[in-house]
């Protein structure tokens, strides 16, 4: 079975980057689809964004223009590089194989002062 397992996660200053990891175990390029989610204290699981083998990206309203999702299928590797983070970014980061319905451990992000 694929395993997905994030790290890159911490804790960041308001304005500040990070760069979340989903190493892939089996070979990614044969996941159609995968995904970043995340979710905050108290609240559902939401999406973030999404890329296709083919690269064709899709991202919530609330990181666009701040946020790029990547995947690098020699390094079987999903990338989320999150630029101009706020404290409402807060929350635990999932990786997801949307192909099997299967995720990651997920990984912390908080932004705080």
């Known amino acids: 079975q694929v395993q997905l397992v994030e790290s890159g996660g911490g804790l960041v200053q308001p304005g500040g980057s990070l760069r979340l990891s989903c190493a892939v175990s089996?070979?990614?390029?044969?996941?159609?689809?995968m995904a970043w989610y995340r979710q905050a204290p108290g609240k559902q699981r939401e999406l973030v964004a999404s890329?296709?083998?083919?690269?064709?990206?899709n991202y919530a309203d609330l990181v666009k223009g701040r946020f790029t999702i990547s995947r690098d299928n020699t390094r079987n590797t999903m990338y989320l590089q999150m630029n101009d983070l706020k404290p409402e970014d807060t929350g635990v980061y999932f990786c997801?194989?949307?192909?099997?319905?299967?995720w990651g451990q997920g990984i912390q992000v908080t932004v705080s002062s």
């Open positions: 089996g070979r990614i390029v044969d996941i159609y689809l």
């Open positions: 997801k194989n949307d192909d099997r319905n299967s």
């Open positions: 890329i296709t083998r083919g690269f064709t990206t």
